[in-house]
């Protein structure tokens, strides 16, 4: 899926629906950003056909308890793009053999209303998420807030911050997985060029 082919619109808010429960305390983190930045970095990205969200819950569960009516999303056809993968944590990106999880089974969450728990799913895209557009707050607008006790997980102060534990813990897994990797291909490198070195070497001049 090519970057042109990314559609990235206005959406109302409440037309959207989660596959899986929102962390209480990411959330709050995520609301304090957002309002002291007074734009929306990243888009969304969502199911075309369905509306299910399959990245960004927190950022819309941020904007719809401050009020926002409406939200940037990008819309892809999840069911007709194979390159779309569903892992467990960050490091299945690398990994074809990894527990997956089928688009199906997010979709279903999403639709049914029996919600997945938080950070449950990993969605890796065929495209880079990260596309930032900076979209200010104040152009989506804006109504009483909403409550939405109902997306957030039952969660205690202390299960909370042992879930952003365990989220830096899954960064910094992937984070040394790739460092071992960039030191296989450094090596595979280097062996690569002392063979050219050695070929050079071997080869008088006629």
């Not at 390159?83 to 997010?106: A, Q, T």
């Not at 910094?172 to 280097?190: D, I, Q």
């Amino acid at each position: 899926m090519e970057k042109s082919n990314l559609k990235i619109v206005i959406v109302p808010i409440d037309k959207l629906k989660p596959h899986e429960k929102g962390s209480p305390l990411y959330l709050e983190l995520l609301e304090q950003e957002i309002l002291k930045d007074g734009v929306l970095k990243y888009p969304i990205i969502a199911d075309e056909k369905t509306y299910v969200i399959l990245d960004g819950m927190h950022r819309w569960l941020a904007l719809k308890s401050l009020g926002y009516t409406q939200i940037p999303v990008i819309l892809i056809d999840a069911f007709q793009n194979p390159k779309i993968r569903v892992g467990k944590r960050r490091i299945h990106r690398y990994m074809n053999d990894s527990d997956e999880i089928s688009i199906e089974e997010v979709i279903s969450a999403g639709l049914s209303g029996h919600l997945m728990k938080p950070r449950s799913t990993r969605h890796f895209f065929p495209f880079s998420k990260f596309q930032q557009i900076n979209y200010p707050l104040n152009l989506l607008g804006r109504k009483a807030p909403q409550n939405i006790s109902k997306y957030l997980a039952k969660m205690t102060d202390k299960e909370c911050k042992l879930a952003i534990k365990e989220w830096c813990a899954e960064l910094s897994e992937e984070l040394e997985f790739l460092k071992k990797r960039e030191e296989e291909v450094e090596r595979e490198r280097e062996e690569f060029l002392n063979r050219i070195k050695n070929l050079s070497n071997n080869h008088s001049p006629l």
